[in-house]
């Protein structure tokens, strides 16, 4: 199996600060990963396939970037409604996983 | 608009079994492969199974390989998990989510999920 490890698992920040998740991969992933957003409560919601497309409608401030076992999530400018959870997903190879996530907090 | 209404939570005993299901509508149903994923109560996410748009491929994670099914009928546009020997490990929101489709090619990305529904495993 393919283990995700995300880093850091938890993150203060200011509005307007530039973020960057990082997610380790037990084994090459190439570019099967996808980034997704979790707010409390809610369903996850994708906003980053095949390592830096960007889901369609998600703002241009979110990027990925991106091969082989390491992997980046940055927010350039981070916005009021970005405090969430993140999570990577590996899909080059069965089972699916989930990084531990990490949780971005109001500073 | 893509809509996925997952319902069949409840609580029940270790041991016993239950059956999700989740109702599709605003796409072609038959056209996609599903998958439902799971979320232990202040953890992080499991993806659970997958099943392809005409039923001929099915993948579970080791957790609950053996023990939980995944099927669906295209024609009601409803996906469905089966799960028995519930265990109190099981506990969990359960989503069910369609896989990532662009020309005629599926892939195992989860690009729209339901709401999810609780499943509480206690005696």
């Known amino acids: 199996d393919i283990q995700l490890t995300q880093s850091p698992s938890f993150l203060s920040a200011s509005v307007g600060d530039r973020v960057t998740i990082t997610c380790r991969a037990s084994?090459?992933?190439?570019?099967?990963l996808a980034w997704y957003q979790q707010k409390l409560g809610k369903a996850p919601n994708l906003l980053i396939y095949a390592a830096s497309t960007l889901q369609s409608g998600v703002p241009a401030r979110f990027s990925g970037s991106g091969s082989g076992t390491e992997f980046t999530l940055t927010i350039s400018s981070l916005q009021p409604e970005d405090f969430a959870t993140y999570y990577c997903?590996?899909?080059?190879?069965?089972?699916?996983?989930f990084g531990g996530g990490t949780k971005v907090n109001i500073k | 608009q893509v809509q996925l209404v997952e319902s069949g939570g409840g609580v029940v005993q270790p041991g016993r079994s239950l059956r999700l299901s989740c109702v599709a509508s605003g796409f072609t149903f038959s056209n996609f492969g599903m998958h439902w994923a799971r979320q232990a109560p202040g953890k992080g996410l499991e993806w659970v199974a997958v099943l392809w748009s005409d039923g001929s491929n099915e993948n579970y994670a080791d957790s609950v390989n053996g023990r939980f099914n995944i099927s669906r009928d295209n024609s009601r546009n409803t996906l469905y998990l089966q799960m028995n020997s519930l265990r109190p490990e099981d506990t969990a929101v359960y989503y069910c989510?369609?896989?990532?489709?662009?020309?005629?090619?599926?892939?195992?990305?989860?690009?729209?999920w339901g709401q999810g529904t609780a499943v509480t495993v206690s005696s």
């Open positions: 084994q090459g992933a190439s570019t099967y």
């Open positions: 989510a369609r896989a990532f489709c662009s020309g005629g090619s599926c892939v195992n990305i989860l690009d729209h």
């Open positions: 997903q590996q899909l080059n190879s069965y089972p699916l996983t």
